[in-house]
């Protein structure tokens, strides 16, 4: 599968943005996909996911915040951002899961290549 990711950029605090990753060569609706972000020095950290059944799974820092859904039409994932805060900056990933935890990043075999989301205060 190829990932592309994209809808990143520069928003003040309280803002919202929507980022996209677009799926091709794998089977989206059986698919269960992530987003992650990271920051210079840091480790991948989980942010949101959602299962083939549609179920979601959402880190504490982001819950009620932000929304993940699967476009299976379009076989795009989408992350709705909003009440951004300045914590929120940083490279944002989509993935594919493999096998296991939807939480850790090991679990993941394809990624896209990144998308720049940076929060002002």
């Known amino acids: 599968v190829q990932l592309q990711a994209s809808g990143g950029g520069l928003v003040q605090a309280g803002g919202s943005l929507r980022l996209s990753c677009a799926a091709a060569g794998g089977n989206f609706k059986i698919d269960s996909m992530g987003w992650f972000r990271q920051i210079p020095g840091k480790e991948r950290e989980f942010v949101a996911a959602?299962?083939?059944?549609?179920?979601?799974y959402y880190a504490d820092s982001v819950r009620g915040r932000f929304t993940i859904s699967k476009d299976y039409a379009n076989s795009t994932l989408y992350l709705e951002m909003n009440s951004l805060k300045p914590e929120d900056t940083g490279v944002y990933y989509c993935?594919?899961?493999?096998?296991?935890?939807?939480?850790?990043?090991?679990?993941?075999?394809?990624w896209g290549q990144g998308t720049l989301v940076t929060v002002s205060s």
């Open positions: 959602i299962t083939w059944a549609d179920s979601t």
């Open positions: 993935g594919r899961l493999s096998a296991g935890s939807v939480y850790r990043s090991s679990s993941y075999d394809a």
